[in-house]
């Protein structure tokens, strides 16, 4: 039996899935991105698809709903996801910094006849 919620959350999932493609052939994202979005997009589609089954393979770790593991997965993405945006953007800064450093240090070059 195929809940509402289940549609709603498949359709959401094939929209990402082609929202993906379209970034990838815009060039926005990479081979890398684009293997790591589908993979979790159909994760998700596998997720949804499957509650049944997961739900009597939660029922050890004492978590009541698949609703549940849901929101625990997807707390635990969305800190690290949150995390590795952390990094990529002090990584970022430092590298801005090391660029304005060089440029700072880099000699007037003069042009024309008076230095002017």
Do not use: C
């Not at 698809?49 to 593991?69: C, G, K, Q, S, Y």
Request: glycine share 4%.
């Amino acid at each position: 039996m195929v809940y509402q919620f289940e549609i709603v959350g498949i359709f959401f999932a094939l929209l990402m899935i082609y929202v993906t493609y379209l970034q990838y052939k815009r060039k926005t994202i990479g081979n890398v991105a684009l293997v790591f979005w589908f993979f979790f997009w159909f994760a998700g589609i596998l997720l949804i698809l499957f509650h049944p089954i997961i739900n009597a393979l939660i029922d050890p770790l004492n978590i009541v709903r698949v609703m549940d593991l849901y929101m625990i997965l997807a707390f635990l993405f969305l800190f690290a996801a949150v995390f590795y945006l952390y990094i990529r953007l002090n990584k970022t800064n430092l590298r801005l910094a090391e660029m304005a450093r060089i440029v700072a240090l880099k000699p007037v070059q003069k042009s024309g006849k008076n230095g002017r």
